[in-house]
């Protein structure tokens, strides 16, 4: 079994609709956990810490549920421009695991 | 957040070469570096872990003597494919967490397309 799980899609969707993503992991020491964004042939960006308390940044809410070891993120009103791989990222002992990425297409 | 800066972007060379990528931290020093190889359709697998000052530490499955890593100052750390073969190729990305502490989030450089001929 992988240490980061997430479905790898693809999802097509519409603009302006609410698109989910799941990632599970393995771990139960896992310490840190980040929502990362990858475009095609280009390094991942940041996209968002995940805390327990959920966090929400504009358009963006990621939460973790650490007693299912669990973390989601929640796209609303989706854009043209958030088409991109999505990366689940798992941190423990300072060493960065990464999912296998869920591709996100959104089309007009 | 950090600035990475990674060169060269892209690099095509012909098989039994050997490949340099420099991987510079900007604004900050960089005592820990990690470099990740992406194959297409894959996620990011760590290669190793590359410490100012002293030898890098290696994922398991990859070979040190091919993929050396020297980490001789706080700003700048290389990773030279030796003998590059056509299955070398891939997306190299190099990483720190910054000043941040080892579980805070990582920020890459642009990586580098390798393609060995």
């Known amino acids: 079994r992988k240490e980061v799980e997430q479905d790898p899609g693809p999802f097509n969707v519409p603009e302006g609709a609410t698109v989910a993503f799941n990632c599970t992991y393995s771990?139960?020491?896992?310490?840190?956990f980040f929502w990362y964004r990858q475009d095609c042939r280009k390094e991942p960006k940041l996209l968002m810490s995940?805390?327990?308390s959920g966090n929400e940044d504009g358009r963006f809410t990621a939460q973790l549920n650490r007693a299912s070891q669990y973390i989601s993120l929640l796209i609303r009103d989706s854009k043209l421009s958030d088409s991109a791989t999505y990366l689940c990222?798992?941190?423990?002992?300072?060493?960065?695991?990464f999912g296998d990425g869920t591709t996100l297409t959104v089309k007009p | 957040g950090a600035v990475v800066s990674q060169h060269p972007s892209w690099v095509i060379c012909k098989s039994g070469t050997s490949v340099k990528i420099e991987c510079r931290s900007l604004d900050f020093q960089a005592t820990t570096m990690f470099w990740y190889r992406q194959f297409p359709k894959q996620s990011l697998m760590l290669m190793a872990t590359s410490n100012e000052g002293s030898k890098a530490t290696y994922e398991q499955g990859v070979e040190k003597d091919k993929f050396l890593i020297n980490h001789a100052s706080l700003t700048l750390s290389t990773l030279t494919v030796t003998s590059a073969h056509p299955e070398d190729s891939s997306f190299y990305i190099c990483?720190?967490?910054?000043?941040?502490?080892?579980?805070?989030?990582?920020?890459f450089g642009n990586g580098t397309r390798l393609t060995v001929t």
């Open positions: 771990n139960s020491a896992s310490q840190s």
């Open positions: 995940v805390y327990s």
């Open positions: 990483s720190t967490t910054g000043q941040g502490r080892g579980n805070s989030p990582l920020h």
């Open positions: 990222v798992v941190n423990r002992a300072g060493k960065s695991t």
